[in-house]
Structures are given as structure tokens and as C-alpha cells.
């Protein structure tokens, strides 16, 4: 064997194996994004609901956000991280979906984009 | 968002292996390109240890932690060591290869080591990425010591004195917070991939090392199989400084053994370099650090071996970088780090049940799998056909190792005599002698094949 031929087949050796390998493994756990975070309720739902009047990348953001819903009458409105590294604004005081789905309704009217989520775990 | 962190890991890493090669290169030791990639898991460990152990001392004295203070210790660190380069006279390192023609045998057997190795590194990364925060050690003080760094810049009284572990060195909490800051957050899943960063520096400095002192054939396998241990696939990816320790002590050990060797100059500022960062990353490590550099220097005085007061000097440079941190726990109220009577009220009984439990520990196949026994085995035909002067270094401080080991067992009364590492971190601890072990194993079996006239 030449040592051209030694070293392409080095490369081989190296170079199969640590490509094939990633390509083989598709349908493994893939990256998790951000909408990973957010839960539609979806019609019906009857178990823990929050309404979500958005998200915010910061804090600062998220609390203007929270002085503004407090200003349309959500009074016990509040802030909370949501796991995938950003801010939201919730009410939690939603005991049933047509409940929410109303409080949502009238959210909109008042310019908010509230949307009515399944409370995460714990 | 877990992209962006990851890139943020590679970037902070990239900085730390730049800093190292720098470091590495003003000392005179990159000549060629393939210098560089050789000793790249040398130069990064050294830019891990360099800029932890700088951070410690600048936290102590009340400089504050932040985004821009990294960016600035990245840049006037890596600008100082090139300027001490310059200033030296060295060139940019010439050409790639290094005109040492290996065999077809020993390229096809390297580019095999590295592939198998690579793989095992994939594999770890699709386990780590995302991971959870579950080691008690880690979710209990070792991550709340480093968001602490992150949100308050420095080292907060309360958290520093009130969690447990309060004597423990902030080396690993100061790598941490820069890696939050990395991420652009807490993001307490995507930082373990930090710590498959420092797996993957220390395997590539392992190798990197022993690359033209081991033949390949005995260097992959012994690799490979410290890697695959049960211990080491459990313990690797925890967020504590167990890990980070080990690999500081052992990288530095081999380039003590190997300064003893050659003599060269560099090997001493690097294990110098690795061994500071060793005592500020756990309390053992400053019995490693110490047991390294007066093993060394006890060998150097033995064999006549010139540069005897370079290691000296490095010894008192590592004792200094350690002093700053103690001084700070002490004037906090903190008790010291030994016990108070440094174990010499313990009965005889608990003594020989301590040393029985370290040699239990360490012939553990399920943790350790054969590696102890290998290396063994390699320390026993290098004494009788291979390099006893090396074999000599190593089994010595392998042995005042393992001994610290029992002690740390027999000395803090308070430790029940059992392997279970809730109560006793003898497990813990014995990963720095099998580590050890396992990476002095491709030295020894080497001298041994190339008998004893190979002996320097």
C-alpha cells in the first residue's frame, strides 16, 4: 500500500463512521424549540387552564406587557418564566374552558391577544 | 434557543483552547502546525485551568464577574501570552507535518483509535445535550455556587458560606457562570454539554501527549477502555468538579513524568498551569497536586535531573495560586479543609477497615471495569523489563494517591466505612488513581516493548 493510499484510507476509517453514525441515528430526541412551550388548550379541555396574554424574550418587556393587561381589568394578572427561556403574562384563575375561551373573547375586543393554554405540570 | 446556547459553549471553548495554544505556543512548543493540533486538548485544558484559576484570584479581591470581564480576560490574556511570545523570539509554528514517517500499521491502528473515540464522543454528546440537573452535589451547591457568580458578579457571602461544601474551590461555579454567560442564560440542561467539552479536552490532551511516546497499538485500546468504564460513563457528565480534578491532576502528573524524561522546560510550566488549576477545583486536589510535584521532585533529585529549581519554582507558584481562596474562606469564619487532628486520634481497627475499602473500591469491576489491573500488570513488567524510572514515578504516586484515599476515609470520623457515595466519596476520589493508572498504562507497556535500552 502506497502511503497516499494508506492515509486516504486513515481518512476513511476516521471519516465514515463519525458521519454515518449522526445520519443513522435520525429519530432520536431532536432539539427543542420554543413553541415547545406553549400548549393550546384544545376545545373542551377540562383539566388546569391558564390565559396567556403573550410572551416576551425579557423581563422589562414582560412586565410592560403585564402594566398593560393589569390596565384593561385583569387585576390578578401575573408574570412567570415559561420554560423555554422567555417571560409570559398569564391569568390562572380560569376553572373551565368556556370560561376561558370567554375571557379570551373579551381580551381580544380590548386589543390583547390572549390565548387560552393548558397549565404545564408542577 | 438550544442552538443559540450551543453556540455559545463552542464559542466560550474556542476562547479557552485559544487562550491555552497561546500559552502553549510563547512557551516555545508549537513548531509545526501539527504541533498544535497535537497538543490542542493540552492547550485547552491549560486555557480552562489559566483563566479559573486567574478568576478565582479576581473574585477574591472583589472584581466583578460579567459578559464583558470574560470577553476582556479572553482578549488581554490571549494578547499577553503572544506579546511573551514575541518578546521570546518565537515564530509561527512552519508546515503541518512533523517529518516523523509512521508506519501503515501504526496510521490505519490511529485513524481506528480516533474514529472508535470519536464515536464514543457523539454518543456522549446525544446523552448530554439534553440533559437534566439531577447529582445531588451538582443541584445543591456546586450549580447554585455558579448562578450565584452569574447574577451577582462575585463571590455572594451568603451563598458561598451557607451551602454545603463552603470550603470547596470555586474553580468549577466560575466555568459554570461563564458558561451561562455564554448561553445568554441559566439554561441548567444545555450547560452539561460544558462538560463534555472538558471530556473531549481531556481526551484529546491524553492522547495528544502520548502520541509519540506510546505506540498506537497500545494507546487507542488503553483509551478507549478507560473511557467505556461503568464509572467513568456514569461520572462523566455530572455537574461537579470530580471529573475536572482528575483530568487536571493526571494531565499534569503525565507531563511531570514526562519532563522527568526529556527535560523539556514547557512540560513544567503547563503541569504547573494544570496543577494550580487542580487545587482550586476540588480540596483533594491539593493533596494531588502536592503529591505530584514532590513525587517529581524527590525523582528529579534521585536521577541528577537539571532544572531541578524550574520545578521548585512551579511547586511554589502552584501553593500561591491555592493560598488566596483559603484566605478568603478563613476570614468568613469557615473551617479549614483536613480534619482538626489530622486523623491521628482514629483506632488501628478503622484504620486497616479504611485501607480494606480503598482496595476494594479500586479492584471494583463493576466501577472500574480491568483498568486497575492492567495497569497493574503494565507497572509490574515495566519495573522488571521496561522503564523503572517511570514505572518508579508512577507507582509511587499512585500509591500516596490511593493512600490519601484511605486517609481522607480514616481521618473525618464522621464518614461511615462504606462505599455508598451519599456518606463516603471514597469512589469519587478513586476515579483520580484509576484515571491515573489507566493513562500511565500505553507509557509503560511501551517501555516495555521497546525494552530497556528505549529507557532515557
Known amino acids: ?122 | 434557543m438550544t442552538v443559540r446556547a450551543i453556540a455559545g459553549l463552542l464559542a466560550l471553548n474556542g476562547a479557552f483552547a485559544l487562550l491555552g495554544l497561546s500559552l502553549l505556543w510563547s512557551l516555545g512548543v508549537l513548531l509545526r502546525w501539527a504541533d498544535a493540533l497535537r497538543l490542542a486538548g493540552v492547550g485547552y485544558l491549560a486555557g480552562v485551568a489559566s483563566f479559573g484559576v486567574l478568576w478565582t484570584q479576581l473574585l477574591v479581591i472583589g472584581v466583578p464577574f460579567g459578559g464583558w470581564g470574560i470577553v476582556a480576560t479572553f482578549a488581554v490574556g490571549t494578547a499577553a501570552v503572544c506579546v511573551l511570545g514575541l518578546v521570546l523570539g518565537r515564530s509561527l509554528p512552519r508546515g503541518f507535518g512533523d517529518g516523523r514517517g509512521s508506519s501503515t500499521t501504526a496510521l490505519l491502528t490511529t485513524a481506528a483509535g480516533v474514529a472508535l473515540t470519536g464515536l464514543w464522543l457523539e454518543a456522549l454528546f446525544r446523552a448530554v445535550r439534553l440533559q437534566s440537573l439531577q447529582a445531588y452535589d451538582g443541584w445543591a451547591f456546586w450549580v447554585p455556587k455558579a448562578k450565584a457568580i452569574f447574577f451577582f458578579g462575585g463571590l455572594d457571602e451568603q451563598v458561598f458560606t451557607m451551602l454545603p461544601g463552603p470550603t470547596y474551590p470555586p474553580l468549577v461555579p466560575i466555568i459554570n457562570a461563564a458558561a451561562f454567560h455564554a448561553m445568554g442564560g441559566v439554561d441548567t440542561v444545555t450547560f452539561h454539554l460544558q462538560y463534555w467539552f472538558l471530556v473531549l479536552g481531556a481526551v484529546a490532551a491524553i492522547a495528544g501527549l502520548l502520541q509519540r511516546r506510546a505506540h498506537p497499538a497500545l494507546l487507542w485500546p488503553a483509551l478507549v477502555l478507560v473511557l467505556v468504564v461503568p464509572r467513568f460513563g456514569a461520572g462523566l457528565l455530572t455537574p461537579q468538579a470530580d471529573v475536572l480534578v482528575d483530568v487536571f491532576f493526571v494531565v499534569g502528573a503525565l507531563l511531570l513524568a514526562l519532563w522527568l524524561s526529556d527535560g523539556g522546560s514547557w512540560r513544567l510550566a503547563a503541569a504547573a498551569v494544570l496543577l494550580a488549576g487542580a487545587t482550586l477545583t476540588k480540596r483533594e486536589g491539593l493533596l494531588f497536586a502536592a503529591a505530584a510535584i514532590a513525587v517529581a521532585l524527590l525523582a528529579a533529585a534521585l536521577w541528577r535531573r537539571p532544572g531541578r529549581r524550574w520545578l521548585v519554582v512551579s511547586g511554589l507558584l502552584v501553593g500561591a495560586a491555592a493560598v488566596p481562596w483559603r484566605l478568603w474562606y478563613r476570614h468568613m469564619g469557615i473551617g479549614g479543609e483536613a480534619p482538626s487532628d489530622a486523623g491521628l486520634g482514629g483506632s488501628f481497627d478503622r484504620l486497616a477497615d479504611s485501607l480494606r475499602l480503598s482496595f476494594d473500591v479500586l479492584f471494583d469491576t463493576g466501577l472500574w471495569s480491568v483498568v486497575p489491573l492492567i495497569a497493574l500488570v503494565a507497572l509490574g513488567a515495566a519495573l522488571v523489563w521496561g522503564d523503572r524510572r517511570l514505572a518508579l514515578f508512577v507507582g509511587v504516586l499512585l500509591g500516596i494517591v490511593f493512600v490519601g484515599g484511605a486517609w481522607v476515609t480514616y481521618s473525618f470520623a464522621d464518614i461511615p466505612i462504606t462505599a455508598d457515595e451519599a456518606v463516603n466519596p471514597i469512589v469519587r476520589y478513586t476515579g483520580a488513581v484509576v484515571l491515573l493508572a489507566g493513562a500511565a498504562t500505553p507509557l509503560l507497556l511501551d517501555s516495555v516493548w521497546r525494552g530497556r535500552e528505549g529507557q532515557t
Request: hydrophobic share 40%.
Open chain 1, 1 to 122: 500500500m502506497t502511503r497516499t493510499s494508506a492515509r486516504l484510507l486513515a481518512a476513511a476509517i476516521i471519516v465514515v463512521p463519525l458521519l454515518a453514525y449522526p445520519l443513522m441515528a435520525v429519530g432520536g430526541a431532536r432539539f427543542p424549540s420554543r413553541d415547545d412551550c406553549v400548549r393550546l388548550a384544545p376545545e373542551g379541555e377540562t383539566g388546569a387552564l391558564d390565559l396567556v396574554f403573550g410572551r416576551r424574550d425579557t423581563v422589562a418587556e414582560a412586565e410592560r406587557l403585564l402594566e398593560q393587561v393589569r390596565g384593561v381589568g385583569y387585576k390578578d394578572a401575573e408574570l412567570q418564566g415559561d420554560g423555554c427561556g422567555r417571560w409570559k403574562v398569564l391569568y390562572d384563575g380560569i376553572e373551565s374552558y368556556e370560561q376561558g375561551a370567554s375571557s379570551a373573547e373579551q381580551a381580544h375586543g380590548a386589543g390583547l391577544e390572549a390565548r387560552l393554554e393548558l397549565e404545564p405540570p408542577g
